[in-house]
């Protein structure tokens, strides 16, 4: 699979123009081997200025900072989960997406943060679990709209799965 990014700016005189055509990098962390990154493009503000760079990091955008990213999901099993260097795995995973493994309870997949988060499945199903154990199965077209609740995701089909997600850094929910 391969993503596309493209960005547009404003020129000297004022118009739009193309500023970038490029491939985004896929990014596999050997502590999550079962999933693929690609960071499209990020705020640290949100504000729509031509001069903002592309921000990625870290991983959870600060209060009124965005993420754009897609993220690909190998079926559960698919991939094997012993990892031969763990430390080595979580320093490169920390350098990579900082901050993205702390919010992982341990031995756990549920994670919370403190984002509005808009998941929309493109290919494949995908399983959200909540805390109270509520879970619901999402195919494509389906948009979550996750408001700092706590959560897991898993693939429980026998493809790949693949969602867009766009994060807003918000304040911490009650």
């Known amino acids: 699979m391969q993503v596309r990014r493209v960005i547009t ?40 200025s031509p001069t903002d760079p592309s921000c990625t990091s870290p991983y959870w955008p600060a209060p009124g900072g965005t993420r754009c990213l897609f993220v690909r999901w190998e079926p559960e099993g698919a991939v094997d989960p012993n990892i031969a260097d763990p430390a080595a795995a979580l320093m490169e995973a920390e350098a990579e997406l900082p901050g993205l493994l702390a919010s992982f309870e341990d031995g756990s997949a549920m994670h919370r943060s403190e984002t509005i988060d808009y998941g929309i499945v493109l290919e494949g199903e995908i399983w959200l679990e909540l805390d109270d154990g509520q879970e619901v199965r999402l195919a494509p077209g389906a948009c979550v709209v996750q408001r700092g609740t706590r959560h897991a995701w898993s693939n429980r089909s026998d493809k790949a799965a693949l969602m867009l997600f766009v994060l807003v850094g918000a304040q911490a929910a009650a």
């Open 9 to 48: 700016e404003l020129d000297g005189s004022g118009r739009s123009v193309f500023a970038v055509d490029e491939d985004v990098d896929a990014l596999k962390l050997r502590a999550m081997p079962a999933f693929t990154f690609f960071r499209v493009w990020g705020t640290q503000n949100g504000e729509a």
